[in-house]
């Protein structure tokens, strides 16, 4: 076998990625070449099935192993719901200034990997424009209810305010995510403040008084989830299959069928010999399980919502939608509780800490126009803006009386897809990489 030097692009949103490239003391750098496969047959040995893989610290109510299984039944049908021009198109502004400092938006990547394709809205169905920026979180902070109502005094308010005239069109099918070269310092420094940023155990302790570790390792185990998920998408979709002849175009783990990639299996191998990491990806993935749960009937309430056709006519893809829509709802994953809030809001400050939860979010999320790829940005404001919504609706009041704008709907449902591909490649690229060795060489 051939011995090479796997070098690490550290890639898609707010470059996440290096923080995982830290912990394995291996350096961060930008790498194009060709691919090479090669017979590998322990390759596959890293992905542990201890049995159970219970996620009790989480407040997840399944196991890893349950977890998985029934994945493998929903991710086409997530693959089919986001691929309707309803979820397909993500309205951001993607010119915001960073805030925090001084940040150039600029592609450094050889192929132009970060750069993104936006939409002429003349070609999005009348009847699915939408003048808001769907990724626009904006907070109304409001005094938390007494203990005894705590999982009811959650009330802050996610919902845009303006149209914004800068907000253009993303075709999310046409730019998935994956590896874009994305990498350096700049990227570091969004990942750090990102980091910095939730530390819980830094907010006045009047807030945070009578809340247990566990709950407070909540946030840091959702943010790890989800730098993790994005990790997965980076290592599974690392390198453009312009053969047409990538193991992962069957299995499922695709949603546009012009647009295919090599994995990189070294990076993979890194990923999932970790614990922390992939079981923080379970948790984050169980909690947004549970809050799309909670907004079936929002959902299917008004099948009309998704027609497409003119006139606000529905078109036999719009049939076709609300029927996997329904179906998905329908699965096991979404008929269990995945996350036990009543759980979390039996520690006597929890409902204090949720609101300082969804603050810390919140900043994360205009942390995204620190990103200086287009297309990382784009994800990342999508994710984070998933993760403020789900935190809303996880912590919210009763079961299935949500309301959803626009935004957050495609938001949550395309994070829910990207989520469970991650969770599928757990397993579905330790078969691929045990058989074929897929690595960058210069």
């Known amino acids: 076998m051939l011995k090479m030097r796997l070098l690490i692009v550290v890639p898609v949103l707010l470059g996440l990625v290096w923080q995982i490239l830290l912990r394995a003391e291996l350096d961060g750098v930008s790498f194009f070449g060709m691919y090479i496969s090669a017979n590998n047959s322990g390759a596959g040995s890293y992905v542990r099935t201890k049995k159970g893989n219970a996620l009790k610290e989480g407040f997840c109510s399944l196991t890893m192993d349950e977890v998985s299984q029934n994945t493998e039944g929903i991710t086409g049908l997530l693959n089919n719901i986001t ?25 450094t990547c050889d192929s132009n990997g970060c750069q993104i394709c936006t939409c002429d809205d003349s070609g999005i169905p009348e009847t699915l424009k939408y003048p808001y920026d769907m990724s626009d979180v904006s907070t109304v902070e409001r005094r938390a209810a007494p203990d ?7 009330e802050d308010e996610i919902k845009p305010i303006d149209p914004d005239r800068d907000a253009t069109y993303v075709d999310l099918l046409q730019n998935p995510e994956a590896n874009t070269g994305y990498s350096g310092p700049k990227a570091a420094r969004v990942w750090q403040a990102v980091y910095n940023n939730c530390n819980i155990d830094g907010l006045p302790s009047n807030d945070t008084a009578g809340v247990e570790n566990r709950e407070k390792a909540l946030l840091r185990q959702l943010l790890s989830g989800l730098h993790t998920s994005i990790t997965m998408h980076v290592a599974a979709f690392f390198y453009n299959d312009t053969k047409g002849d990538s193991p992962l175009r069957s299995l499922g783990v695709l949603n546009n069928p012009n647009i295919s990639f090599y994995p990189n299996c070294g990076m993979f191998r890194r990923i999932v010999k970790n614990d922390e990491f992939i079981r923080n990806l379970f948790v984050v993935y169980q909690f947004v399980l549970r809050a799309l749960a909670k907004t079936k009937r929002a959902f299917l ?3 009309s919502l998704y027609n497409s056709g003119f006139n606000g006519a529905a078109t036999d893809g719009d049939v076709r939608l609300y029927s996997n829509i329904g179906e998905l709802f329908s699965s096991k994953l979404f008929r269990v509780a995945t996350f036990d ?3 979390f809001f039996e520690s006597p400050g929890a409902h204090l800490l949720v609101r300082q939860m969804k603050r810390v979010v919140h900043n994360v999320t205009t942390l995204m126009d620190c990103v200086t790829c287009e297309k990382c940005r784009a994800w990342g404001k999508l994710e984070t803006a998933a993760l403020a919504t789900a935190l809303k609706i996880v912590f919210g009041s009763a079961e299935n009386v949500v309301e959803l704008n626009r935004g957050e709907r495609v938001a949550l449902i395309n994070f829910a897809r990207q989520l469970a591909i991650s969770v599928k490649n757990v397993r579905s690229l330790a078969a691929v990489c045990e058989k074929f060795n897929y690595t960058a060489m210069s």
């Open 148 to 154: 005894k109502h705590a999982a009811k005094g959650f």
């Open 83 to 107: 691929s309707h021009p309803y979820f397909r198109y993500f309205k951001v502004n993607l010119d915001r200034e960073c805030r925090y400092w001084v940040a150039e938006a600029s592609c």
């Open 341 to 343: 809030e009543q759980k």
């Open 301 to 303: 309430a008004n099948s």
